[in-house]
């Protein structure tokens, strides 16, 4: 029986891990391109909000559902591209991105027709782990390739600086606007998905909060390759879930602190450009005589 | 007529508020280029710390009030220090840092016993007392409190950057960090100084705020405070003390509208879409230069 609700409990918090790394693997292509986006929690709302209208107003099929959440995540990161990132760079970007979140929690809770401040419930469960799994691998191998490939040295060249991307040749129109929209799309998906977990989506879901969430994962696990945003998002959802060990009270100060000490010992992500390398003890660790200094 | 009158009262006392937030936090965000999300924090740690040395330790109501001003600062230079200054080159970086700074001071905060956890009345500087001007529409005396104290803070914020050496080191920082540098001028100490401005004004509007509303909660300082101020300094076009005051007040008539017209609901949504409005007509906002433009628009 208890190991019963211990299986129950960590397949909720892997799925929960999946969808979530969706989500912020969306995000990681936006700012692959030095995009600062707080939005793409808003853009995996729109996925959420596409499906759950198509499966429970409409009563249509949940795959419909799912590329509908697809469409609606790209048609908000489109919309993102035209009206703030041609116009606004760094943290001033950023800002804007994150009034177009909370802009868009209120237009949910004042449009009656999806539920208001309830939201919507009866939304068709059918997340599971294997279908989760096989999103990140497609999403993965996608990525693992693109960031290979022309467009994603593109990509790197505009993070490093517009102006010499420009210079080089680099079209920083359509830059911008593929990271949006196939970020945004990326991320839709992943709301799509977060709806048919959880069956139920209210405004509250996707405060603001959550996008500074999915924006925490690639900047914690690295914005330079795929896998970081593994090990970013493995600490923001396990984290609470490893820190219930402590106290209610001490927990959810440690989990701030957490934040704090991720960026002090890797300010650019755990997996920089340096590609993947053990913390500094277990290289000493490691060592042979032969490799360290004489 | 009269409600547009008591409306445009509220609006100008609301959007003062929003001006003062912007103001500090424009010696941080425009002038340093850091996005920090604890500011907000810092903020409501004034009244706080106001709240408690007057109703638990029965401080006397304007030493408490200078007190909470210090505690700000101190908790603002904390903040500069630890999450901030160690990471400066990395933008990203201090965003997250900072945001975990919020996190760990407010639940800090929470579990701190004389800390109430839920909205609690915030005393007041004398008894209630309306000027009535016109019809039905009146003035609260904390208004006009209120707009005095802020008019004071902005003059001597702006006199302070306008007219001292650190202030011209201030602005040389805001044209061009590097080149300040090595002009000689020391990155560190502008960036503290900055802190302990932005921290004492804050902490200083933390507390008006408290004032005026007449209750103060936790949150109010990260989910509200801080966030308008960032609106603000982005329509004002950053750096730009008479414009942020401009935008400031506008922001504030404006949701006081929303609310007294519309719906209070769509306050949020009416401050926010203006934002979007305005950065799609002009992108380096209102009185801004061209700091914040994409290259190629």
Redo the contacts between chains.
């Keep these: 029986m208890a190991l019963d609700l211990l299986y129950l409990y960590v397949l909720d918090i892997l799925l929960e891990y999946g969808v979530f790394l969706i989500i912020a693997l969306g995000c990681y292509v936006t700012m692959m391109a030095g995009q ?1 986006s707080m939005a793409h929690g808003a853009l995996a709302s729109l996925g959420a909000y596409a499906t759950a209208v198509i499966t429970v107003e409409l009563g249509l099929p949940v795959w419909l559902g799912v590329v509908a959440g697809m469409v609606a995540g790209a048609l908000g990161g489109l919309f993102m591209t035209y ?14 991105t ?3 979140a ?2 868009l929690a ?2 949910y ?2 449009i009656e027709f999806i539920g208001g401040t309830l939201g919507i419930v009866g939304i068709p469960i059918v997340t599971s782990l294997p279908l989760v799994a096989a999103v990140i691998a497609v999403v993965s191998f996608f990525l693992w390739r693109f960031e290979k490939s022309f467009l994603g040295r593109a990509f790197r060249a505009t993070f490093d600086d ?2 010499i991307a ?1 210079a080089m040749g680099v079209n ?2 359509y830059i911008k606007l593929l990271a949006w929209t196939v970020g945004g799309g990326i991320s839709g998906i992943g709301g799509a998905l977060f709806a048919h977990n959880i069956g139920i989506i209210r405004p509250d879901n996707f405060q603001v909060q959550f996008s ?1 969430l999915v ?2 994962a690639p ?2 696990g690295g ?1 330079t390759r795929f896998y970081g945003v593994f090990i970013g998002a493995f600490v923001i959802i396990f984290g609470p879930h490893i820190l219930n060990i402590t106290e209610p ?1 001490t927990k ?2 440690l ?6 000490a ?3 010992w890797r ?2 992500g755990v997996i920089d450009r340096a590609g993947f390398r053990l913390p500094k003890v277990f290289r000493l660790l490691l060592r042979t005589p032969s490799q360290g200094r004489p | 007529m009269e409600a547009f009158v008591q409306q445009s009262i509220n609006g100008v006392s609301l959007g003062a508020i929003y001006a003062l937030i912007a103001l500090g936090y424009n010696l941080i965000f425009g002038v340093l280029n850091v996005f920090t999300f604890a500011h907000g924090t810092v903020v409501v740690m004034g009244a706080y710390s106001m709240l408690i040395l007057t109703t638990k330790f029965g401080v006397n109501y304007y030493v408490a009030m200078a007190m909470g001003v210090i505690v700000s600062v101190v908790v603002g230079l904390i903040i500069e220090r630890t999450t901030v200054r160690p990471i400066r080159d990395n933008g990203w970086a201090v965003v997250i840092a900072t945001f975990g700074a919020a996190i760990v001071i407010e639940n800090l905060m929470r579990h701190y016993k004389h800390v109430p956890a839920l909205p609690v009345p915030f005393p007041v500087p004398f008894e209630q007392s309306y000027i009535t001007i016109f019809g039905d529409a009146r003035i609260a005396m904390i208004q006009i409190f209120m707009l005095g104290v802020g008019v004071v803070l902005m003059t001597g914020l702006v006199l302070f950057v306008y007219r001292t050496k650190m202030g011209m080191a201030i602005r040389a920082v805001a044209q061009s960090p590097y080149i300040a540098e090595t002009l000689g001028i020391d990155l560190t100490k502008v960036a503290v100084v900055c802190f302990i401005v932005a921290s004492a004004v804050g902490g200083m509007v933390g507390i008006l705020y408290a004032i005026y509303y007449q209750t103060i909660y936790i949150h109010v300082g990260s989910q509200f405070l801080g966030l308008k101020g960032l609106v603000v300094i982005v329509v004002a076009g950053s750096g730009n003390i008479p414009g942020s005051l401009v935008v400031g007040i506008l922001l504030g008539v404006l949701e006081a509208f929303a609310i007294g017209y519309i719906d209070s609901a769509l306050r949020d949504f009416v401050a926010y879409s203006a934002l979007l409005l305005i950065l799609i007509f002009r992108p380096s906002g209102l009185f801004g230069e061209r700091a914040q433009v994409a290259f190629k628009v």
């Design positions: 600062l009206v703030v990132a041609y116009r606004l760079v760094g943290m001033y970007l950023a800002i804007a994150f009034a177009f909370e802009g209120v237009v809770r004042n517009e102006r420009e920083l129109r500074v924006l925490l900047i914690i914005y009270e959810t100060v989990y701030g602190l957490l934040y704090i991720f960026m002090l300010p650019d």
